[in-house]
Nanobody
Framework: QVQLVESGGGLVQPGGSLRLSCASA????????MYWYRQAPGKQREWVAGITGTGSTNYEDSVKGRFTISRDNAKQTIYLQMNSLKPEDTALYYC???????????WGQGTQVTVSS
């Protein structure tokens, strides 16, 4: 079974940066597409960014140019580098392995990002 553990959240001022990490325990990590989602208080969970096993990336429009998703297959970890953070980026950020290639989908426990002065 694949397990996902996020880290790296915290409190940052507007305009600041954070890097989130999602460590995976399980086999075949390098071939999986992985996603980051976020959920702000009182709002639905929304997709933020995705990366395929070959390294192709895509982003939700509001984070394009500010966030970068990447992966280190040797460490079985994906990252979300977040720059130029805004108060509206405040949310609980989740790492997600979508169901694929015979593997059930998985969610991490989430890591809180708060952007405030």
């Amino acid at each position: 079974q694949v397990q996902l553990v996020e880290s790296g959240g915290g409190l940052v001022q507007p305009g600041g940066s954070l890097r989130l990490s999602c460590a995976s325990a399980g086999s075949n990590f390098s071939i999986y597409t992985m996603y980051w989602y976020r959920q702000a208080p009182g709002k639905q969970r929304e997709w933020v960014a995705g990366i395929t096993g070959t390294g192709s990336t895509n982003y939700e429009d509001s984070v394009k140019g500010r966030f970068t998703i990447s992966r280190d297959n040797a460490k079985q970890t994906i990252y979300l580098q977040m720059n130029s953070l805004k108060p509206e980026d405040t949310a609980l950020y989740y790492c997600n392995l979508p169901a694929q290639l015979g593997v059930a989908g998985r969610w991490g426990q989430g890591t809180q990002v708060t952007v405030s002065s």
